[in-house]
């Protein structure tokens, strides 16, 4: 490369080299100087090129792009899941859920197939992103293992930490702290941990995880949020199948509720499947 | 929308919306079809913006596109990284590594602050994937709980799926099948299972973990492919710091190595890191 004569792209090939960067990097600021230096560009021409992403990406439901003025200003691309699409995301669960030997021993429901398909994962971390994307989540928080590949993916799109509590049986080499909840699979009584480095005070924390069924790990992780002084932001599932009593003390979302009913015919039971509770609320965060 | 006045966007959103559907779908076959229904445009048009899309790619070193032709053909987003920054992301690891406190007990490592953030795991991610991108992976494989979120962007790039081998102490409700291996951690005997639906004959499988010592977890998960009379791809870890007799019977590829150096000076352990054997192989996949 000589001075002076320092390669500048087209518009064409801007536009393709700046929506690729900013899909890249989900909720993140990136400085219009990133740009114009790598592009050799002036920022009016970055300006423009934003305007015609931004269009596209509105008109195209693939999320939209903020900019904010000023020298620590920027470019923010905010995944968001159109609502129309979201509801596809929790039919095609439904319609996966409808299929295959789904009810284990003890009334447990197989997930695994859809948790180890990182397309399926992806298109649930975003829904599940897209709810929280305006709320300044510092960490995305989960229990090992089943959610830690969603809890991975949502942390992303909310450009937010992830962390997991482990359960007592694990051996941490760092100092830690823990909670006592009750399992649902047992119906006893397990700990919790999450060692001190992970969560600060104040910190803004939503919870996820595959699937509630009595709440009790996801009250664990609750308590866990509190003891660090930390603040929940929410807490969103992929399933719910509750137990009448116990979930109500628990404010949550869930992508599909499932319900497990006797089928006096052929002796068995069966799925019942609907839409879960986050598709009651409003369908799309707000754009100011 | 009225028939025959369908909404025909123009060259500069078409090559908008086609790159970001592509990078949003990482080695996926996407058909043209999609997009002339999509954009309701000709195949002649997506072939265009296609190359155009492709040197912008190339140029840029976002990755690579190749198309293939036929009925069944389309388009695939190689999300390949480039030599240099793969180079550049095994020495941002070392810088992050050659801060803070990362000698626990037990002469341990600790990685936790870059394995909680979803920014660097993806380009560890990234990196890794790049590696394996044509050797057809069906599924990445890892042991709960630590390397979880990396495994599942490593299959999210390679379009794969993610399975994770679990310690004997959890209580699995489907049919397993299970190994023993040599924890590192306690130099004893575990043992590791997987559900029998996970994994099938003659898949091809890649191990992805955060860190080897011993290679007990390791040979382990080697041990459970061979169970399923599954193949082996390959083995890829962020951090390799090897007891020396141990890991000589194993094959694996590291991004950094790390090894423990005693200072007479302090009376303390320090870190002597370098980048991993992932970077004397060949630098770049060959683009056929």
Avoid: W
């Amino acid at each position: 490369m000589v001075a002076g004569h320092r390669y500048k792209p087209k518009r064409n090939e801007r536009i393709v080299y700046i929506s690729q960067y900013l899909v890249d990097r989900p909720s993140q600021l990136v400085n219009y100087q990133t740009f114009m230096d790598h592009l050799n560009c002036a920022k009016t021409s970055v300006s423009e090129d934003l305007s015609l992403i931004k269009l596209v990406f509105e008109q195209q439901r693939l999320g939209t792009i903020k900019t904010f003025p000023g020298a620590s200003g920027g470019v923010v691309y905010y995944p968001i899941v159109h609502p129309e699409e979201q509801r596809q995301i929790g039919e095609k669960l439904m319609e996966m859920l409808s299929k295959g030997h789904r009810i284990l021993q003890g009334n447990y429901i197989y997930l695994g197939d859809i948790l180890q398909n990182p397309n399926i994962v992806d298109r649930i971390a975003r829904l599940m992103a897209s709810r929280y994307i305006y709320e300044q989540v510092d960490a995305v928080m989960t229990m090992e293992s089943n959610g830690i590949g969603l809890a991975t993916l949502v942390a992303r799109y909310l450009d937010a930490k992830f962390i997991f509590a482990r359960t007592g049986k694990t051996t941490s080499r760092e100092a830690t702290r823990s909670v006592e909840f009750v399992s649902g699979s047992y119906h006893k009584v397990g700990r919790m941990e999450l060692e001190e480095s992970q969560l600060e005070a104040k910190e803004r924390v939503l919870i996820v995880d595959d699937f509630i069924r009595n709440g009790g790990t996801c009250q664990g992780m609750i308590d866990l949020v509190k003891a660090f002084e930390a603040k929940l932001v929410g807490v969103c599932v992929v399933g719910e199948n509750p137990a009448p009593d116990i979930v109500r003390t628990l404010a949550f979302d869930s992508l599909v509720s499932i319900n497990l009913a006797f089928n006096e015919e052929s002796r068995q039971y069966e799925l019942e499947l609907a839409l879960g509770s986050l598709f009651e609320k409003k369908s799309e965060p707000t754009i100011d």
